[in-house]
């Protein structure tokens, strides 16, 4: 499975595998810390955790690929797909 993500910490390329894509999940959202985000901007109001009913930042956690993909707005693309958009065909 590959993935389509032009988001914070994507690859130049914007295609990555599923770990590729999970570790960046991880490291900018999860592991990012939040508390000085909040002190920026109060987390009511914080954009970034706007995602359906979920108490985010702590709730990042329980994301399954799906949720990831559908939060950050990244798309599953097929290998043709992939090879189309690196060479950009």
């Not at 939040?34 to 002190?39: C, S, Y």
């Amino acid at each position: 499975m590959l993935i389509f993500y032009t988001g914070i910490g994507c690859k130049k390329s914007e295609i990555h595998t599923e770990k590729e894509f999970l570790n960046i999940m991880n490291k900018e959202f999860t592991k990012k810390n939040w508390e000085t985000e909040f002190t920026l901007i109060p987390r009511k109001n914080h954009y970034q955790l706007q995602f359906k009913d979920w108490y985010l930042p702590e709730e990042f956690t329980y994301f399954t690929l799906a949720d990831w993909i559908e939060y950050s707005g990244a798309e599953v693309i097929c290998e043709h797909e992939a090879m189309k958009a690196q060479y950009n065909i």
